[in-house]
């Protein structure tokens, strides 16, 4: 085991040769100065005493990036841990939504794939609580070498239940990296979270879902829900923001990073997804990074493909991993469900740090 590499599910080219990286880079330096930079993702002041208190309601807060603090079944749970202040050389355009020494005591770490920009591990280490982490094929040894000894690796559609929430891990279209010698060595995907009495679609009964006349009516857009067209850089303005309602016992689907791929309707056939949290980021230039990373729009179809009710867009806004901006990112995800006809509130943009929470209470 120690020697296998993991692949896709397609046969699809992988630009990451250094000939690849090399004229990337050569292209980044030009562009880099026409991009304009001073979009900040609008900050709301976290809910520190719901967070720390809630033990009922489902929730999701966006922390930046892949990361997110979702509450469901009563565990905290983590995806990605990436407190980081900079990546590489490039300083983080925000800080996080909460600071990681807010964050109660965290139950599970789901970890996508092991780049580093989705895996810190001085982040994991200053999680407080039990952390069983939740892991890729073949990333289980690094961790145990870095000290953590409860740990978890899933091929996939392999599942694990925790305190009756089922985690399974589902393919995404990736590839890792963390040295020069461990190409692929780790698997990649993403995760979703059910809870005990969740209705599971049988596989192959693929449908589109659309949301309900009551469920759409429960949605007030406000300035939050779409921030980036009219918030200024700093914090989210203060105003009360009512998302709309989920099922009691929601179905979560954290994509972690992907390409685009047929694996998205697959995973459509065999979950009732109600949110999808995508990325929409690091897609520029889209020659090098489309094996690697969904546009906008092809986050768009992905969510149309699983059939999910709601996308939560994440991976902009943090770092500088590519050439589009974060402004760049949502005003193109926004062209694009214009031109798709789809409801204004299927889209939850949260601002760093806002809880959304998917059940009334």
């Not at 930046?64 to 900079?86: C, K």
């Not at 979560?252 to 047929?262: E, H, K, L, P, Q």
Request: net charge positive; charged share 25%.
């Amino acid at each position: 085991m120690r020697n296998k590499r993991f692949a896709n599910q397609d046969q699809v080219e992988q630009h990451n040769s250094l000939k690849q990286f090399k004229r990337w880079r050569q292209e980044r330096i030009r562009k880099l100065k026409l991009k304009d930079y001073s979009y900040r993702v609008p900050q709301a002041e976290p809910d520190l005493p719901f967070l720390t208190g809630n033990k009922e309601i489902p929730s999701i807060t966006w922390i930046g990036h892949s990361t997110f603090l979702i509450q469901l079944g009563g565990l905290n749970i983590v995806t990605d841990p990436v407190w980081s202040g900079q990546m590489a050389f490039q300083k983080r355009l925000a800080p996080p939504g909460i600071p990681i020494e807010d964050v109660p005591p965290v139950d599970v770490v789901l970890v996508s794939h092991s780049h580093y920009d989705h895996l810190s591990i001085a982040s994991l280490r200053r999680l407080t609580g039990g952390k069983q982490l939740l892991v890729p094929a073949g990333l289980g040894a690094k961790l145990k070498m870095k000290g953590f000894s409860s740990i978890k690796e899933l091929h996939w559609w392999e599942s694990v239940t925790i305190k009756g929430v089922k985690f399974t891990f589902v393919p995404s279209q990736h590839w890792t990296r963390r040295n020069p010698w461990d190409t692929n060595s780790s698997h990649w995907g993403g995760w979703v979270m059910e809870t005990a009495g969740t209705h599971r679609r049988v596989k192959g009964a693929r449908g589109k879902q659309k949301t309900t006349d009551a469920m759409a009516a429960s949605y007030q857009e406000t300035a939050a829900a779409s921030a980036w067209k009219e918030e200024q850089p700093g914090k989210a303005k203060n105003r009360p923001v009512e998302r709309p309602a989920v099922p009691a016992s929601p179905t979560i689907y954290f994509a972690g990073d992907s390409g685009y791929f047929r694996g998205f309707k697959e995973i459509g056939s065999r979950f009732q997804i109600d949110v999808a949290l995508m990325p929409i980021g690091a897609y520029e230039p889209e020659w090098f990074m489309s094996p690697q990373h969904v546009s906008p729009e092809e986050a768009l179809q992905a969510f149309e493909d699983t059939g999910a009710k709601w996308f939560v867009p994440m991976h902009y806004g943090a770092f500088k991993l590519a050439d589009d901006t974060p402004r760049e990112a949502l005003d193109r995800l926004e062209a694009e469900r214009c031109r798709r006809c789809l409801e204004e509130e299927r889209i939850i943009v949260l601002p760093l740090g806002e809880t959304w929470k998917l059940a009334k209470s």
